[in-house]
């Protein structure tokens, strides 16, 4: 039988020393690689990982769509239901985004409840479609007062691997992009709702946002699309959102306040902007 060779043997010897480094001392090990003016998936500090977006993959949502940014992956269903309105918005219907992140996506995850990180990007990702008005909530108005949608948007992470609301909110709106509706009709005298098999509508939409999303670490390397082992670094996570023309939606901060903060958050909103037009513009209009 013949022996492994040595080279072999070094370069595994020199990788699990690495990965225990990596493990012992993370923010060093990043350090290093910064001061090389590289990252340790190789990427420069403005640059994205891949992405891929295929939609319609989920036959029994009303829409769907499945988002893979670097490994990174979410699948996200929008599942259509009909409800009475509320009383102060009568003619409004609803849109209730939710993200879930299972035990199984990671091993930072736990089993049970929704975790605290969970129901924040589901805060977040609400205000970005509000902030948007992607989709306005009196095209759901089925009858005024009696009948209306309520489209419940939800995404699972299926694999973790930091970024999750840059890859999640692209993967709702690619979800509502394809979602389409029964014609619905509403019967005044028996108060109930009946829906066509046959026609069937897709929503009208407005803006189309995407968020691009960028860390600070150590208050001076602004790192593009953040991974789940350079994210428990940063002193701040940056999220611009802009809609499919480009222009500025919001800007979402967590975390500490940037050093050099207007210049930090004017390039972070530029590098939005160039890599929205060079990677969204062509992923959204397929």
Known sequence: ?????????????????????????????????????????????????????NVGSISTA????????????????????????????????FLVPNLDLPAICSPKFKP??????????SDRLNEALIASGIL?????CIARGKAVWVLYV????????GNAFDATLLAMVAALKNT??????????????????????????GRSPTSMSFGIFDSTHVLADPTSFE??????????????NGDLVSVAQLGLTVVGGQDVLTQCIATAKENHSRIYSRILNQ
């Open 1 to 53: 039988m013949s022996q492994p060779s040595t080279s072999t043997s070094q370069t595994e010897q020199d990788a699990l020393r690495a990965a225990t480094f990596q493990r012992l001392h993370p923010k060093v090990y990043l350090e290093r690689f910064l001061a090389e003016n590289v990252r340790p998936d190789g990427r420069g500090f403005e640059e994205w990982r891949d992405v891929s977006v």
């Open 62 to 93: 009303d829409g769907s769509a499945l988002v893979r940014l670097g490994d990174t992956t979410i699948v996200c269903g929008v599942k259509a239901e009909i409800a009475e309105p509320e009383l102060d918005s009568p003619g409004d219907g």
């Open 112 to 121: 049970g409840p929704p975790t605290e990180e969970a129901q924040v990007l």
């Open 136 to 140: 306005p909530t009196s095209s759901l």
């Open 154 to 161: 939800d995404a699972t992470c299926i694999n973790y691997d």
């Open 180 to 205: 389409q509706l029964p014609e619905a009709t509403y019967d005044e005298e028996t108060g109930r709702t009946t829906c066509s098999r046959k026609v069937k509508q897709p929503l009208q939409l």
């Open 231 to 244: 994210e428990p670094l940063l002193d701040t996570t940056l999220s611009v959102v802009v809609d499919e």
